[in-house]
């Protein structure tokens, strides 16, 4: 009398789905990495130009000299040249953890992570 055969996968092809979705892990995720790093380093890129545009823009709207320093209220604002709140806005932080300094007019915006991890305007 035959027995019925049983259903279901062996543990040796258990084990060998599981090799491979730790092969494909472990290949993409530098990778993933990599472009997480690389995308917060363009997004720094633009908030300091976006800084750098809304200070050139008050200094010629109030007749500021090259060496005027504004203060985020004058840049970040409801009504300012970068819409929101300045307390909570997100380009007074890089959004890898750096801080940004606004310098004087002359001088173009700083982040802290400029020399670590190429978070540079120019």
Not at 62 to 75: A, K, L, V, Y
């Amino acid at each position: 009398m035959r027995q019925p055969r049983r259903r279901g996968f062996t543990l040796v092809e258990i084990m060998v789905v599981v090799f491979i979705i730790g092969l494909l892990i472990f290949i993409a995720l530098p990778n993933f990495v990599q472009a997480r790093e690389k995308s917060r380093r363009k997004a720094c890129i633009g908030n300091l130009l976006r800084i750098e545009i809304a200070k050139q823009q008050w200094a010629m709207d109030h007749n500021r000299e090259p060496d005027d320093t504004p203060q985020w209220s004058d840049i970040v604002g409801p009504s300012a040249y970068i819409k929101g709140n300045p307390a909570t806005y997100p380009t007074t932080a890089c959004p890898a953890g750096g801080v940004y300094t606004l310098n004087n007019v002359s001088t173009a915006p700083t982040c802290s992570l400029a020399e670590t991890a190429g978070h540079k305007l120019w």
